[in-house]
């Protein structure tokens, strides 16, 4: 009889719980076991582990074999426990020393003939593992995402290459890339945006502090060429804002591309996305649209064509920057602290108040258009501002008019600096304390505040917001404190409170 352990983890959201694997061999009739609540592509592993040490020359025990996966009561499913699984059996049999399994996890669905297979959310484990100071072994096509944790990566194609690893017959050389935030902007810039001066100050205040932004505009007037290029705006990602990121596309078993790897993300689901689509579900559940703008832009084209109970389930992430997905067999958080950037027409034909077509949606098909979107929802969305259609005189000009994306992106850096010397976050997030010592007005301000809020009738939730918007455009001017310019510009930028 003898017995082998080795490490692994399990999948859990963004999570990655460590599961020990016991392989145990005694006498009996022969038999293969796999226990520790595995879901069948786990149980399904002993015919590939199987296959897989035969193929490779190796002699498969005529015993009674036994695998717990533990913690018992903890979910095993996937392909990933293949590889250790074959290893521990192989241990058991004392094919290598005892303590070549030291300080190492192992990762890898096997094919019939030992090859290793990629698995999915490989990233999150690897993260784990790095905190638990140990190396991994992993299917070589898993190699460059595993890397981006900053921890020993052995690669391998094979059982038959890991098992000569850890008989020191030939040793798998660690793999490590260095890979850089990229330095070149983005291929669509400010300076294309021809006029709509007010809609562009309006998405460099949304930067510079963080805040949801709302485009009402007939079509074509430029409110999605505007979206797209608010990441182009944003400072650069830190590393751990990065791998964040990355983690959940691991999740999604989407591969990290050098292109896309600390590129804060743009992400534009269709109209028709559903609830599970937008902030994740499923028997998993799996991350949703918001988890994979975390750290980015989640942009809303059509925003009322968008179900209602699609759009109240952004509520709640909009403040928390979670979401939690509970299920009768699984609960799992993901990360969700995304920029809401949406864009709408003012009616449901598109032309109110455009002066160059007319309007046909009267005023109770207005009244309707504009109800899909709940007050809660709006009240969440700092900024509302109307995009109207440049003249035409404007659209035949070659010339550049206003500022590159690279001249405003440097002053949104500078904002960002102030913001994280005075409190330590960005004005979004403003909350309590910090935000009672950041946002101090005078006695000006304050009343152009209070008689706005009277006027229209404004929730305490959006006096805040004005007020944290205040904030933003007083750090784009580099002022101490917050004056009557700002909260008027910062009230000039609320559009849909001036229509209700």
Not at 395 to 402: F, V
Not at 492 to 498: P, T, V
């Amino acid at each position: 009889m003898s017995l082998a352990i080795l490490h692994c983890r399990a999948q859990y959201g963004i999570e990655a719980p460590p599961v020990t694997i016991e392989v145990f061999l005694s006498g009996g009739l022969p038999a293969f076991t796999v226990v520790g609540m595995a879901e069948t592509a786990v149980r399904e592993s002993k015919d590939r582990v199987r296959g897989a040490l035969i193929r490779s020359g190796f002699d498969f025990p005529q015993q009674r074999i036994t695998v717990s996966l533990g913690p018992a009561d903890m979910r095993k499913a996937g392909g990933r426990y293949d590889l250790a699984i074959a290893l521990g059996i192989l241990a058991a049999r004392r094919q290598f020393p005892a303590d070549a399994l030291c300080g190492l996890e192992f990762y890898g669905e096997l094919a019939l003939s030992g090859e290793l297979r990629s698995v999915p959310s490989i990233l999150p484990a690897v993260l784990k593992a790095q905190k638990a100071g140990r190396a991994v072994v992993v299917p070589a096509a898993n190699q460059s995402e595993a890397s981006l944790a900053g921890v020993d990566v052995y690669p391998a194609r094979s059982l038959l290459e890991v098992t000569a690893h850890l008989n020191g017959q030939a040793r798998i050389a660690p793999f490590s890339r260095h890979r850089s935030f990229p330095t070149s902007a983005d291929d669509v810039d400010l300076i294309d945006v021809k006029g709509q001066q007010h809609a562009k100050r309006a998405l460099e205040v949304a930067a510079a502090g963080g805040h949801n932004l709302l485009f009402i505009g007939p079509p074509g007037t430029g409110k999605s060429m505007l979206a797209r290029r608010l990441p182009g705006l944003l400072p650069p990602m830190t590393k751990s804002e990065a791998l964040e990121t990355a983690a959940i596309d691991s999740v999604l078993g989407v591969s990290v591309a050098a292109t896309s790897w600390g590129r804060r993300p743009f992400r534009a689901p269709h109209h028709t996305a559903s609830a599970p689509a937008l902030v994740g579900g499923g028997r998993g559940p799996q991350p949703g649209e918001i988890s994979r703008a975390n750290h980015g832009v989640l942009f809303l084209d059509e925003l009322p064509e968008f179900n209602r109970h699609v759009l109240e389930a952004l509520r709640e992430p909009l403040e928390t920057g979670v979401i939690t997905i509970s299920r009768a067999a699984a609960q799992a958080e993901f990360p969700a602290r995304f920029q809401l950037v949406a864009a709408m027409n003012p009616c449901p034909c598109g032309y109110l108040g455009d002066r160059q077509a007319d309007c046909r949606c009267s005023g109770e098909r207005v009244a309707t258009y504009r109800g899909k979107i709940s007050g809660p929802l709006l009240d969440r969305i700092d900024l509302h501002v109307e995009v109207s259609r440049p003249p035409t005189a404007l659209l035949r000009t070659e010339s550049a008019d206003g500022e590159s994306s690279a001249t405003v992106a440097e002053r949104i850096r500078r904002a960002w600096r102030l913001q994280v010397e005075r409190a330590g976050l960005r004005n979004v997030r403003l909350e309590g304390k910090a935000f009672e010592s950041s946002c101090r007005v005078d006695d000006q301000s304050w009343a152009l505040l209070e008689n706005a809020a009277e006027r229209f009738n404004l929730s305490a939730r959006a006096h805040q917001r004005i007020l944290r918007v205040s904030r933003t455009i007083a750090d784009l001017a580099a002022a101490r404190n917050i004056t009557a310019a700002h909260v008027a510009e910062a009230l000039s930028m609320r559009c849909m409170d001036r229509r209700q």
